[in-house]
């Protein structure tokens, strides 16, 4: 039986930095993002640590191969996708 996954986006105080994640398990994810548990890691170096986006699916595989379009895609996509659910790029780490 195959888990479900999350994709994420998150960002920096600034809105200028964005990062595309995936995970088994959003919250965990999350809360190692905020508390830098990572210290040399791209969210940490940046403080990347604001959820502007996220998306559940029922199988990690479908959350994979979001991840990788949301990645292929440039940047003015990625900042469509976060303002279709999320137009002033509030923190939704409550929301999870």
Do not use: C
Request: hydrophobic letters at 35%.
């Amino acid at each position: 039986m195959e888990r479900g996954g999350a994709v994420y986006i998150l960002s920096n105080k600034y809105n200028k930095v964005l990062y595309t994640g995936v995970t088994s398990s959003l919250n965990n994810r999350i809360f190692e993002h905020k508390e830098k548990l990572h210290p040399t890691s791209f969210t940490a170096r940046y403080n990347t640590n604001k959820v502007v986006y996220f998306k559940g699916f029922n199988l990690i595989k479908e959350a994979i191969a979001e991840e990788k379009r949301i990645k292929g895609g440039s940047r003015i996509e990625k900042i469509k996708l976060i303002e279709s659910i999320n137009p002033e790029w509030n923190d939704l780490y409550n929301q999870l």
